[in-house]
Protein backbone atom coordinates (compact mmCIF):
# COMPACT_ATOMS: atom_id res chain seq x y z
CA UNK A 1 0.00 0.00 0.00
CA UNK A 2 1.58 3.52 -1.21
CA UNK A 3 1.84 6.20 1.90
CA UNK A 4 2.49 9.64 1.91
CA UNK A 5 3.80 10.53 4.90
CA UNK A 6 3.67 14.69 5.71
CA UNK A 7 5.26 16.63 8.43
CA UNK A 8 4.96 18.54 9.97
CA UNK A 9 1.28 18.37 10.76
CA UNK A 10 0.97 21.54 12.32
CA UNK A 11 2.56 24.67 12.06
CA UNK A 12 1.74 28.44 13.59
CA UNK A 13 4.68 30.68 12.03
CA UNK A 14 4.78 34.64 12.29
CA UNK A 15 4.09 36.73 8.61
CA UNK A 16 8.08 36.75 7.21
CA UNK A 17 9.30 33.53 8.36
CA UNK A 18 10.57 30.53 6.06
CA UNK A 19 9.19 27.29 6.84
CA UNK A 20 9.52 24.06 4.60
CA UNK A 21 6.87 21.12 4.31
CA UNK A 22 7.82 17.42 3.46
CA UNK A 23 6.23 14.41 2.10
CA UNK A 24 7.71 11.66 2.36
CA UNK A 25 6.82 8.24 1.16
CA UNK A 26 8.80 4.61 0.73
CA UNK A 27 7.10 4.26 -2.69
CA UNK A 28 8.21 5.72 -5.72
CA UNK A 29 6.14 7.83 -7.34
CA UNK A 30 6.13 8.79 -11.25
CA UNK A 31 4.74 12.44 -10.36
CA UNK A 32 3.79 14.13 -7.52
CA UNK A 33 1.40 17.46 -7.02
CA UNK A 34 0.93 19.86 -4.51
CA UNK A 35 -2.49 21.11 -3.40
CA UNK A 36 -3.15 23.86 -0.94
CA UNK A 37 -6.85 23.99 0.37
CA UNK A 38 -8.93 26.12 2.07
CA UNK A 39 -12.04 25.75 4.52
CA UNK A 40 -15.14 24.87 2.83
CA UNK A 41 -13.31 24.55 -0.40
CA UNK A 42 -12.01 21.72 -2.55
CA UNK A 43 -8.39 21.18 -3.03
CA UNK A 44 -6.49 23.92 -5.63
CA UNK A 45 -3.59 22.61 -7.63
CA UNK A 46 0.08 24.40 -6.89
CA UNK A 47 2.45 22.55 -9.06
CA UNK A 48 3.04 18.73 -10.52
CA UNK A 49 6.94 17.65 -10.32
CA UNK A 50 7.71 14.18 -12.44
CA UNK A 51 11.18 14.16 -12.90
CA UNK A 52 13.58 12.98 -10.11
CA UNK A 53 15.52 16.25 -8.39
CA UNK A 54 13.15 18.87 -9.97
CA UNK A 55 12.95 22.17 -8.62
CA UNK A 56 10.05 24.50 -9.50
CA UNK A 57 9.00 27.81 -8.17
CA UNK A 58 6.15 29.41 -7.98
CA UNK A 59 6.73 33.15 -6.53
CA UNK A 60 7.72 32.77 -3.19
CA UNK A 61 7.01 28.79 -3.16
CA UNK A 62 9.83 26.29 -3.98
CA UNK A 63 9.22 22.83 -4.32
CA UNK A 64 11.81 19.82 -4.88
CA UNK A 65 10.75 16.46 -6.37
CA UNK A 66 13.63 13.67 -4.66
CA UNK A 67 16.38 11.99 -6.73
CA UNK A 68 14.67 9.11 -6.21
CA UNK A 69 10.87 10.23 -6.68
CA UNK A 70 10.29 9.09 -3.03
CA UNK A 71 9.82 12.21 -1.41
CA UNK A 72 9.20 16.19 -2.04
CA UNK A 73 9.39 19.28 0.40
CA UNK A 74 7.56 22.39 -0.13
CA UNK A 75 10.10 25.53 0.59
CA UNK A 76 7.84 29.43 1.41
CA UNK A 77 9.91 31.97 2.33
CA UNK A 78 8.95 35.33 3.24
CA UNK A 79 5.22 33.67 4.90
CA UNK A 80 2.26 35.37 4.47
CA UNK A 81 -1.17 35.50 6.16
CA UNK A 82 -2.51 34.81 2.44
CA UNK A 83 -0.18 31.05 2.85
CA UNK A 84 -2.33 30.12 5.76
CA UNK A 85 -4.11 26.53 4.32
CA UNK A 86 -3.89 23.12 4.15
CA UNK A 87 -1.06 22.15 2.32
CA UNK A 88 -1.34 18.45 0.56
CA UNK A 89 0.98 16.14 -1.70
CA UNK A 90 -0.46 13.73 -4.15
CA UNK A 91 1.46 11.16 -5.55
CA UNK A 92 0.51 8.57 -8.37
CA UNK A 93 2.74 5.52 -10.15
CA UNK A 94 0.93 6.21 -12.90
CA UNK A 95 -1.80 4.34 -13.36
CA UNK A 96 -5.76 6.00 -12.44
CA UNK A 97 -5.29 7.73 -8.89
CA UNK A 98 -3.79 9.93 -7.04
CA UNK A 99 -2.19 9.01 -3.82
CA UNK A 100 -2.93 12.19 -1.16
CA UNK A 101 -0.62 13.02 1.80
CA UNK A 102 -2.00 13.60 5.64
CA UNK A 103 -1.94 17.05 4.94
CA UNK A 104 -0.34 20.11 6.48
CA UNK A 105 -1.71 22.77 8.14
CA UNK A 106 -0.14 26.37 8.09
CA UNK A 107 -0.90 29.45 10.18
CA UNK A 108 0.87 32.56 9.44
CA UNK A 109 0.04 35.45 11.89
CA UNK A 110 0.23 38.88 11.41
CA UNK B 1 -13.78 27.91 -18.72
CA UNK B 2 -16.90 26.67 -16.10
CA UNK B 3 -14.72 24.70 -12.87
CA UNK B 4 -15.86 21.30 -10.89
CA UNK B 5 -19.81 22.02 -9.49
CA UNK B 6 -20.95 19.68 -6.79
CA UNK B 7 -24.66 19.67 -5.13
CA UNK B 8 -25.90 19.42 -2.18
CA UNK B 9 -23.29 21.22 -0.05
CA UNK B 10 -24.41 19.83 2.79
CA UNK B 11 -26.57 17.21 3.93
CA UNK B 12 -27.74 15.64 7.18
CA UNK B 13 -28.52 12.31 6.79
CA UNK B 14 -30.04 9.44 9.28
CA UNK B 15 -27.70 6.31 9.42
CA UNK B 16 -28.99 3.40 7.22
CA UNK B 17 -30.12 6.46 4.52
CA UNK B 18 -29.12 6.04 1.04
CA UNK B 19 -27.42 9.37 -0.55
CA UNK B 20 -26.91 10.61 -4.32
CA UNK B 21 -24.30 13.40 -4.74
CA UNK B 22 -23.62 14.99 -7.98
CA UNK B 23 -21.22 16.54 -9.54
CA UNK B 24 -20.51 18.36 -13.24
CA UNK B 25 -17.34 18.27 -14.20
CA UNK B 26 -14.83 21.13 -15.87
CA UNK B 27 -16.18 22.35 -19.47
CA UNK B 28 -13.73 19.13 -21.54
CA UNK B 29 -12.82 16.85 -19.29
CA UNK B 30 -13.72 13.48 -19.17
CA UNK B 31 -12.56 11.63 -16.10
CA UNK B 32 -13.93 12.20 -13.15
CA UNK B 33 -12.47 10.51 -9.43
CA UNK B 34 -14.15 11.29 -6.53
CA UNK B 35 -12.52 11.33 -3.08
CA UNK B 36 -13.87 11.13 0.60
CA UNK B 37 -12.03 13.63 3.08
CA UNK B 38 -12.44 12.76 6.87
CA UNK B 39 -11.94 15.84 9.26
CA UNK B 40 -8.30 16.79 9.67
CA UNK B 41 -7.09 14.10 7.10
CA UNK B 42 -6.06 13.93 3.83
CA UNK B 43 -8.35 12.68 0.88
CA UNK B 44 -8.97 9.20 0.39
CA UNK B 45 -9.86 8.14 -3.26
CA UNK B 46 -12.94 5.72 -3.79
CA UNK B 47 -12.88 5.27 -7.79
CA UNK B 48 -12.58 7.16 -11.00
CA UNK B 49 -15.26 7.31 -14.07
CA UNK B 50 -13.24 7.77 -17.50
CA UNK B 51 -16.09 7.97 -20.43
CA UNK B 52 -18.81 6.17 -18.24
CA UNK B 53 -17.20 2.84 -17.17
CA UNK B 54 -15.38 2.82 -13.78
CA UNK B 55 -11.70 2.87 -14.04
CA UNK B 56 -10.38 2.10 -10.71
CA UNK B 57 -11.61 2.00 -7.32
CA UNK B 58 -9.87 2.47 -3.83
CA UNK B 59 -10.69 0.84 -0.48
CA UNK B 60 -14.18 1.08 -0.06
CA UNK B 61 -17.37 -1.07 0.23
CA UNK B 62 -19.54 -2.12 -2.64
CA UNK B 63 -22.40 -0.03 -0.61
CA UNK B 64 -20.22 3.20 -2.31
CA UNK B 65 -21.32 3.32 -6.48
CA UNK B 66 -21.41 5.75 -8.84
CA UNK B 67 -22.28 6.83 -12.30
CA UNK B 68 -20.70 8.55 -15.30
CA UNK B 69 -23.04 10.12 -17.72
CA UNK B 70 -22.22 11.24 -21.69
CA UNK B 71 -22.17 14.49 -20.62
CA UNK B 72 -19.09 13.58 -18.17
CA UNK B 73 -21.22 14.59 -15.30
CA UNK B 74 -20.81 12.01 -12.38
CA UNK B 75 -22.77 11.03 -9.18
CA UNK B 76 -22.01 8.98 -6.22
CA UNK B 77 -24.58 6.75 -4.03
CA UNK B 78 -23.73 5.48 -0.79
CA UNK B 79 -26.36 2.98 0.75
CA UNK B 80 -26.44 2.02 4.07
CA UNK B 81 -25.02 5.05 5.53
CA UNK B 82 -23.11 4.64 8.57
CA UNK B 83 -22.02 7.50 10.99
CA UNK B 84 -18.37 7.30 9.96
CA UNK B 85 -19.25 7.99 6.49
CA UNK B 86 -19.60 11.41 7.74
CA UNK B 87 -17.21 13.29 6.08
CA UNK B 88 -16.37 16.05 2.84
CA UNK B 89 -16.86 13.93 -0.64
CA UNK B 90 -14.70 15.87 -3.64
CA UNK B 91 -15.05 15.61 -6.85
CA UNK B 92 -12.41 16.49 -9.43
CA UNK B 93 -12.50 16.31 -12.99
CA UNK B 94 -9.28 16.02 -15.20
CA UNK B 95 -8.37 15.49 -19.02
CA UNK B 96 -6.80 11.78 -18.26
CA UNK B 97 -6.27 9.14 -15.61
CA UNK B 98 -3.36 10.50 -13.97
CA UNK B 99 -4.26 14.01 -13.83
CA UNK B 100 -1.09 14.92 -16.10
CA UNK B 101 0.55 18.03 -15.89
CA UNK B 102 -2.76 20.10 -15.21
CA UNK B 103 -3.79 17.86 -11.96
CA UNK B 104 -6.92 17.74 -10.92
CA UNK B 105 -9.52 20.26 -10.69
CA UNK B 106 -11.64 19.72 -7.65
CA UNK B 107 -14.59 20.89 -6.47
CA UNK B 108 -16.08 22.50 -3.38
CA UNK B 109 -16.87 19.49 -2.08
CA UNK B 110 -20.36 17.93 -0.15
CA UNK B 111 -20.42 17.82 3.50
CA UNK B 112 -22.22 15.00 4.55
CA UNK B 113 -23.42 14.61 8.19
CA UNK B 114 -24.59 11.23 9.28
CA UNK B 115 -26.48 11.10 12.56
Known amino acids: TQLLEQSPQFLSIQEGENLTVYCNSS?????LQWYRQEPGEGPVLLVT?????EVKKLKRLTFQFGDARKDSSLHITAAQPGDTGLYLC??????????FGTGTRLKVLA | ETGVTQSPTHLIKTRGQQVTLRCSSQ?????VSWYQQALGQGPQFIFQYYREEENGRGNFPPRFSGLQFPNYSSELNVNALELDDSALYLC??????????????FGSGTRLTVV
Open chain 2, 27 to 31: SGHNT
Open chain 1, 27 to 31: SVFSS
Open chain 2, 92 to 105: ASSLQSTGGEHGYT
Open chain 1, 49 to 53: VVTGG
Open chain 1, 90 to 99: AGTSGTYKYI
